[in-house]
Each structure stands twice: as C-alpha cells, then as structure tokens.
C-alpha cells in the first residue's frame, strides 16, 4: 500500500511540474522535452536491465520520433480553397 501511495504522490508531482513547465515554455520545445526523455528513458533501460526494448522494438521508437519529428500543422485554407471545396 506504501507503494502505491509514493506511485501516486510522484504521479501528482510529474503532473504538476509538467503544468508549469507547460506554461514555461511553447508547445513545441514542451514536445521536443518530452520525446527527449523518451530516448533518455529507453537508453537507461537498455544501459542497465538486461531485459529492454528488443530490436523491433526500439526501431519502432525510432520510427515514431522521425514522424513526430517530420509532422507539420496542415497550412490554413485561403478563401479560394474554401470555395473549391463546397462546390466540389
């Protein structure tokens, strides 16, 4: 039960600072913050524990974190676009 309380007290905390560090900074480098300790966290797990990520795996990681990295917002329609698309 003591476990599940100190879980639940780090949870609260990580989700505190991330509200902070949410409003501290963009919504980009809050992205990049988190896909970083991603890398950071699987780079410990395979550094430490033998049993980690397998290779299919952590190429999929990698395969994710290149689209993340790739993704762009949509461009906004212009008006001409918008008419396009009613009459179409």
């Known amino acids: 039960m003591a476990a599940l309380a100190v879980s639940a007290a780090l949870g609260v905390g990580m989700s ?9 900074v963009s919504a980009t480098c809050f992205t990049i913050l988190g896909n970083v300790c991603k890398v950071l966290t699987v780079f410990i797990n395979v ?17 994710s974190l290149v ?3 790739l993704y762009q917002q949509a461009p906004k329609r212009t008006p001409a676009d918008a008419a396009y698309a009613r009459v179409a």
């Open 47 to 63: 550094v430490i524990w033998d049993k980690h990520a397998s290779q299919e795996g952590l190429a999929c990681l990698a395969v």
């Open 16 to 24: 505190y600072f991330a509200f902070i560090c949410r409003a501290s």
């Open 67 to 69: 689209a993340a990295a």
